[in-house]
């Protein structure tokens, strides 16, 4: 059975940095797409930055700039560097993975960013 952990949430000050971490484990093997969303409270999941197998990347547009997004194959992990942060950025941030047919998310991670 195929399991995201995600690590690196926590509280942060304006203008700091976090790094979020986000590795797959179960057996799995030709990962697609990997990449980060966000859910704020009182709002919808939205995208924050996607990347594929061969390293070309999306980004939305409120965190370009500020977020990077990168991974690494060998150790089907993907990270989000966010630096500069706002409480904008405040929010659950989940992982979520596609290999085959399928998706996995992970269970989220909170970023909570102080003004």
């Known amino acids: 059975q195929v399991r995201l952990v995600e690590s690196g949430g926590g509280l942060v000050q304006a203008g700091g940095s976090l790094r979020l971490s986000c590795a797959a484990s179960?057996?799995?093997?030709?990962?697609?797409?990997m990449g980060w969303y966000r859910q704020a409270p009182g709002k919808q999941r939205e995208m924050v930055a996607n990347?594929?197998?061969?390293?070309?990347?999306n980004v939305a547009d409120s965190v370009k700039g500020r977020f990077t997004i990168s991974r690494d194959n060998a150790k089907n992990t993907v990270y989000l560097q966010m630096n500069s942060l706002k409480p904008d950025d405040t929010a659950v941030y989940y992982c979520?993975?596609?290999?085959?047919?399928?998706?996995?998310w992970g269970q989220g991670t909170q970023v909570f960013v102080s003004s």
């Open positions: 979520r993975i596609s290999w085959s047919v399928f998706v996995s």
């Open positions: 990347i594929t197998p061969g390293g070309s990347t």
């Open positions: 179960g057996g799995i093997s030709g990962i697609n797409g």
